[in-house]
């Protein structure tokens, strides 16, 4: 894909792999070639910080959710570690301003993936939609 996430996450992205809502629903940031651990993360959306665990997943690894304002749930995975060390539950965030995580390699990261990237996922009333598809509808400008 080659795109330049410039906001999301602060390096040129290699691969962004489809949403497969069966068994991964979201898409894989790829860092081109560059480690890419301990870049900000910043979130996509105008909102307020809906959920941070308070462990690290063994598929996820450290994440956070993020509640846009138009009531959509954004997960970012794989961070470098507790988020709140960055941000605090019900934190308004602004769109490609609030650093919210660190990327990393936390968890299973399913797909073979050896090295740090960003996991992200949009749900619209509890299901599934392809965070891409809504990015580009307005929630933030590749």
Known sequence: MNQAFIHLVLSELSEARGSRTDIHPGVDFDSAGVDITGYSVHSATNGTVYQIPK????SYGWWIEIKADDGSIWKYAHL??????????????????????????????????????LHLECRVDGLPVDPLEKLQNGCFLL
Not at 103 to 115: E, L, M, P, R
């Open 55 to 58: 462990e690290e997943s063994e």
């Open 80 to 117: 470098l570690d507790d988020p709140r060390k960055t941000v605090t539950p019900s934190q308004r965030v602004t769109a490609g301003k609030t650093v919210i995580g660190k990327a990393n390699h936390t968890g299973d990261c399913y797909g073979g993936h050896n090295g740090a990237h």
